[in-house]
């Protein structure tokens, strides 16, 4: 399988608690995104990286959100001390970075914060 | 500042009815590209078709075709003779030349095809 794959599918975590979220893109792809998407909403940008460089983050991303890209391959996506607001689908995403370049989907990584 | 509108929550059709998702979108930018994305209920959004902004022509793939207005900024999306399988979340998303490449969704219609 050469899709966007991420992991876990599934996290149930207590309020207070720290998680965090793999994803691997298509190897050939030097653009990663990361959306959140609720119930019966669309997805919505969280941030992206360019190689190892984030360049850009939303004001969605709140100071418990961090993000990182080591070496341009792989990117992590960490909540600290977990709200229940935070329960949502985390969406990852890839592209080869042209202008119209299409972004493909991870199955995404549901958070369920109780 | 950037947006897309899918007034349409949700619809119901039967099978074999065609039905047309809409879809508008806002942006001050020149060259834009559109998009529409499908997602079933495994959850995994599956990119259907892009369309840049200077070319306005219609497009048709099998059952499924779009239709380009830049006058009326809209991008819609028909499928003729609906299948149960094409039950799912479609989502219009709207990406500028010079926004590093995210894309702005819509917030998606619902599509039941019943048998």
């Known amino acids: 399988d050469t899709g966007v794959s991420q992991d876990p599918r599934h996290k149930i975590t207590k309020r207070g608690q720290n998680v965090t979220f793999r994803c691997d893109p298509i190897?050939?792809?030097?653009?990663l995104y990361w959306y959140r998407q609720t119930l019966g909403q669309g997805p919505e940008f969280l941030t992206y990286f360019q190689n190892e460089a984030q360049l850009e983050k939303s004001r969605l991303l709140s100071d418990r959100f961090s993000a990182e890209r080591p070496k341009g391959s792989f990117s992590t996506l960490e909540i600290q001390r977990t709200e229940q607001g935070d329960s949502a689908m985390y969406l990852c995403a890839s592209s080869r970075g042209r202008p119209s370049g299409e972004l493909f989907f991870g199955e995404g990584s549901r958070l369920t914060v109780l | 500042a950037q947006k897309v509108t899918q007034a349409q929550t949700e619809i119901s059709v039967v099978e074999k009815e065609d039905v047309t998702l809409d879809c508008v979108y806002e942006?001050?930018?020149?060259?834009?590209?559109l998009f529409w994305y499908k997602q079933p209920p495994s959850g995994e959004l599956v990119f259907l078709i892009r369309r840049n902004s200077f070319d306005e022509q219609n497009e048709i793939s099998g059952r499924y075709s779009w239709n380009f207005q830049k006058s009326t900024s809209s991008f819609n999306f028909t499928i003729t003779a609906s299948q149960v399988v094409d039950s799912a979340v479609y989502f219009c998303?709207?990406?500028?030349?010079?926004?590093?490449?995210?894309?702005?969704f819509g917030q998606g219609t619902e599509l039941s095809v019943k048998p």
């Open positions: 942006t001050r930018d020149t060259t834009y590209y």
């Open positions: 190897s050939e792809h030097n653009r």
């Open positions: 998303a709207l990406k500028a030349d010079n926004q590093g490449g995210k894309l702005i």
